[in-house]
C-alpha cells in the first residue's frame, strides 16, 4: 500500500455508486481515509462492497445524506482535505426530468458546495459528470469527432427529443 494518502481525510459523495465505489478502493489503496456519504448507510445491498474493501474497516467512515436537504454533507466533509462530488440522480426514465434529475443534480451539488464553503480544512473540490453532459445536442457523432466542452447537452434538444434517459440534460 502507498502511503501518500496517510493522515488525509477525504469525502466522496454518493459512495455506492460505480464510479464512487472505485474511487473510495483507489483512496483506500492509498492510505487515505475516506468518508464515504450514501442515502442509507444500513442497507447492505447499497454499502456491502464498500465495508469489504482493503482497508475498510480502518479507514472508512459511512454517512447518511442526500442531495436536497441542506447541511446533510456538512458532517461529513467537516475536517477533509479533499472532496469527490460524484452523487447525482441516474435513472434509466424519467416522468418528471426537472424534479427527478435536474433539480436534484443542480441543487445537491450546491447542497455540496455548501459544506465544502462551512469547512475550512477543504483545499480541493472534484465533480464528476456523465457521458450525459455531452450526449444529447443532436450533432453526429462519429469515431473521428473529439467530444469537448463544445458538445455539452443541449436543454432545448433535450425537451424536443425527450431525451433525458441516464442522467440530466443540462
Not at 8 to 34: N, P
Not at 56 to 77: G, N, P, T, V, Y
Not at 84 to 106: C, L, N, Y
Not at 111 to 132: G, P
Request: hydrophobic share 40%; glycine share 6%; charged share 20%.
Amino acid at each position: 500500500m502507498s502511503s501518500r494518502g496517510e493522515g488525509k481525510v477525504v469525502c466522496v459523495t454518493g459512495a455506492s455508486g460505480y464510479i464512487a465505489s472505485w474511487i473510495v478502493k483507489f483512496l483506500l489503496q492509498r492510505g487515505y481515509t475516506v468518508r464515504a456519504t450514501v442515502r442509507d448507510p444500513s442497507n447492505p445491498k447499497k454499502v456491502d462492497h464498500l465495508l469489504q474493501l482493503d482497508g475498510a474497516k480502518e479507514r472508512l467512515q459511512l454517512f447518511k445524506a442526500h442531495l436536497l436537504e441542506e447541511a446533510s454533507f456538512d458532517s461529513a466533509i467537516q475536517g477533509c482535505h479533499g472532496v469527490f462530488h460524484t452523487a447525482s440522480p441516474a435513472t434509466v426514465t424519467a416522468k418528471d426530468p426537472q424534479g427527478e434529475i435536474i433539480d436534484p443534480a443542480v441543487k445537491g451539488t450546491l447542497n455540496v458546495l455548501n459544506s465544502c464553503v462551512k469547512s475550512s480544512s477543504v483545499k480541493r473540490v472534484i465533480l464528476t459528470s456523465s457521458m450525459a453532459a455531452v450526449l444529447y445536442n443532436g450533432r453526429s457523432r462519429t469515431p473521428e469527432v473529439i467530444v469537448d466542452e463544445t458538445w455539452f447537452s443541449d436543454p432545448d434538444f433535450c425537451k424536443e427529443s425527450q431525451s433525458f434517459s441516464l442522467l440530466a440534460c443540462f
